[in-house]
């Protein structure tokens, strides 16, 4: 298996979302500065990019889900992708090795309203089983 960040954790509640879990397949993660980075799907220029707390292969990252406004009205669904990134790497973040499979439709969390905002934000396993985001009107 190609080097990932394994989720174990998804914490969203009071205004945040907070992703918890390991680094697989990099000797040498625990020398670099790790980013936890949201990137638009319908813009790929648009990152949103936070510090990673890594503890040996461990990390944990989290944001502000107000953070997700911008600037043009929001009409339909917008998706979002997580990634952790030290500048040389780009690791897809998501659920593997559980032995649980279509993730989508089986893993459903809360979803977090923006405060003086018409849309919420909710965490969601893709068909790949990599974690995302979804803003929603």
């Excluded at 397949?25 to 319908?42: F, I, M, N, V």
């Excluded at 949103?48 to 890594?54: E, H, N, T």
């Excluded at 973040?93 to 809360?110: N, S």
Aim: hydrophobic share 35%; with cysteine; aromatic share 8%.
């Amino acid at each position: 298996m190609k080097p990932h960040a394994e989720v174990e954790q998804v914490w969203p509640r009071d205004g945040r979302i907070r992703v918890t879990g390991r680094l697989l397949g990099l000797d040498e993660a625990r020398e670099r500065s790790w980013r936890l980075t949201l990137t638009r799907r319908s813009r790929t220029d648009h990152v949103l990019r936070y510090d990673a707390v890594l503890d040996g292969e461990r990390f944990a990252g989290e944001f502000k889900v107000s953070e997700l406004a911008f600037q043009e009205a929001l009409s339909g669904a917008e998706q979002w992708d997580l990634h952790l990134t030290d500048g040389t790497h780009k690791l897809r973040v998501g659920r593997k090795l559980d032995d649980i499979r279509g993730k989508k439709a089986i893993m459903i969390y809360p979803v977090q309203p923006v405060p003086g905002a018409d849309f919420g934000v909710q965490p969601y396993f893709t068909v790949e089983d990599n974690l995302s985001l979804e803003c929603r009107p």
